[in-house]
């Protein structure tokens, strides 16, 4: 069978308050990265600020942008200019009081090929995003596009094997997830371990559930809680992407910057499933219970 290789490009990369700094040095590595010859180019999570879930300020609605709007324009113009399908992450104004954490997919004309609204909302300290986003309302649909279909999650969503399924059961050729997780200083070592290590598991695990790539970018560095009560969030890069098997295929370093392209064969997933057909032998007339909440 022919290949179907898609030159990746992963932007690992750490964020300020300075919004045109943040978007300057994003241009920059997505040129850098067309250079080197990638034809789709992936960012993190809200990637134009600093992560401002740390902490509920209302002060922080002022990072938030509408779409269409300035965000569309700049990144529509960076896809165009390189001839790149690209996957970016926006804090979404939908309307007064109403707000999304929205990635938008560029496609290589600079035409917006879709979005996608992160469906799982996380609540936790340091990640206070309820008091942001209202749950995505635009499903688990693929993103066409001139490379294929993408299928687009955001963080918190990667850890959901449904959310995976659904995107695979809808033509999805590859899981994308723009994500932005971090250590508590305060963690012990091995602490810090095992959940980077849980983190790299369960997206390999979706790669191998459903026969396709997965490509996760996260941001690195460490982000200051303004509220001062927490020790912040030392984000862990170790943005990756693996085949249809879990195997890897790119690793960055889990303690700085990072840019780099990669070949990922689409057409692998064909021949994996043909060996490991875990959609023919599903018991579809069994998994009703499902969509309950919890069973006893």
Known sequence: MKEKVIKTGIIQHSFSEDVGLNRARNLMAIENLATDGAQLVVLSELHDSPYFCQTEDVGNFSFACELPGEFT???????????????????????????????????????????????????????????????????????????????????????????????AMRGAEMLIYPTAIGWNPDDPADEKARQREAWITIQRAHAVANGIPVVSVNRCGFEEDPSGQTSGIDFWGSSFVCGPQGEFLFEAPDNGPCEGVVDVDLMRSENVRQWWPFFRDRRIDCYSDLTKRFLK
């Open 73 to 167: 324009d700049f990144y529509s113009e960076a896809a165009a200019n390189n001839n790149i399908v690209l996957v970016t992450s926006s804090f979404e104004r939908r309307a007064p009081g109403l707000y999304h954490n929205t990635a938008v997919v560029f496609d290589s004309d600079g035409r917006e090929a879709g979005r996608y609204r992160k469906m799982h909302i996380p609540d936790d300290p340091g990640f206070y995003e309820k008091f942001y986003f209202t749950p995505g309302d635009l499903g688990f649909e693929p993103i066409q596009t001139s490379l294929g279909k993408l299928g687009v999650l955001v963080c918190w969503d990667q850890w959901y094997p449904e959310a995976a399924r659904l995107m």
